[in-house]
């Protein structure tokens, strides 16, 4: 694989931020169900899921750019020196100051230490065949422990009707993977609901990560939100606000009567208490602000009343 920065399009200087920025906009660009004519978008993809892996994990980062780890995160085998032990000439061991198979001095030579005829060579012979086969069994120094996979981060669009409602709902992922939700109590605008376990899978048989969802809040058409209540306003008829008498609101879950007082004036708030949005302890409130509407097409009736009022007749 191609050396992760390349992939993404970064500098080795680059901020997490960046490295985060970066592999978003790849993952959106090539990802398979936006490239479906195109078969070589899902290689690109998972390149660039891989790099991410590397680069975008802070211990993983600092080993690959140790040169501890290849691009696929893989160990890399730090040399050998006969005389030292494994690892003692490091990762600038052996000829041309590079790691790896040119770091060694094989000497298998008449007067070498891997002579089979010489002292100590078989035992060196030895050695060296089983610092290999622990390379073969993943053993030794070179073994990792299992890493959790990476965090999946997107966001979840919830109607008010959906947070009264509760419940699951299922949604797709951007990776086109679709999981079923349990909207919680007393969740709102900007939080986060967590879901162990669903997201990206371990590179090395570890836990997989999660997924963070953010909740946000369509706007509604009747509704403000306040943290957990909620404000509308009411039209109401001249007749009901002068006489009283119940008014049919529309709250999220159903109507409900507000029992209307006589003289009733535009702008009053009246509480219908629990008729607000769901918290960890029940509900928030509905506050009704009322706004009188005069009949439409006029009525006479009315006009001459208020002429006589204002005539003081």
Excluded: C, W
């Excluded at 893989?74 to 040119?102: L, M, T, V, W, Y």
């Excluded at 298998?108 to 891997?114: A, C, K, L, T, V």
């Excluded at 060296?128 to 086969?133: A, V």
């Excluded at 981060?153 to 349990?182: H, I, K, T």
Aim: proline fraction near 7%.
């Amino acid at each position: 694989m191609r050396d992760p920065y390349t992939v993404l399009g970064v500098s080795k200087s680059a901020s997490e931020a960046e490295i985060k920025k970066a592999f978003r906009k790849l993952a959106k660009q090539h990802h398979p169900d936006r490239n479906k004519d195109d078969p070589k978008a899902k290689e690109r993809f998972a390149e660039a899921n891989t790099a991410y892996e590397i680069v975008g994990d802070k211990d993983k980062r600092g080993q690959f750019d140790r040169g501890e780890i290849d691009a696929e995160g893989k160990p890399r085998f730090q040399g050998f020196d006969p005389r030292g032990g494994p690892g003692a000439g490091g990762a600038g061991a052996g000829r041309g100051g590079r790691g790896g198979f040119e770091g060694f001095s094989f000497g298998f030579g008449q007067d070498g230490p891997f002579q089979r005829g010489g002292a100590g060579g078989a035992d060196a012979a030895d050695m060296f065949s089983d610092i290999f086969s622990q390379m073969g069994r993943g053993g030794g120094r070179q073994s990792q422990p299992p890493r959790k996979g990476a965090d999946i981060e997107a966001e979840l669009s919830l109607s008010l009707e959906d947070l009264v409602a509760g419940g699951a709902r299922r949604m797709s992922l951007p990776n086109g993977r679709e999981v079923e939700v349990n909207i919680p109590a007393g969740v709102g605008d900007g939080k986060t609901i967590r879901l162990k376990g669903q997201g990206q899978p371990s590179p090395n048989g570890g836990p997989a990560g999660d997924l963070l969802l953010t909740v946000r809040l369509r706007p509604h058409p009747r509704f403000t939100v306040d943290g957990f209540d909620l404000k509308m306003t009411q039209r109401v008829p001249l007749i009901d606000a002068v006489l009283g008498g119940p008014v049919r609101v529309e709250a999220l879950d159903g109507a409900v009567e507000l029992a209307l007082p006589a003289m009733t004036s535009s702008g009053r708030n009246f509480r219908l208490r629990g008729k607000g949005l769901p918290k960890a302890d029940g509900r928030g409130d509905l506050y009704v602000t009322t706004s009188i509407v005069l009949p439409e097409g006029g009525d006479e009736e009315l006009e001459a009343l208020m002429r006589k009022r204002r005539g003081g007749g």
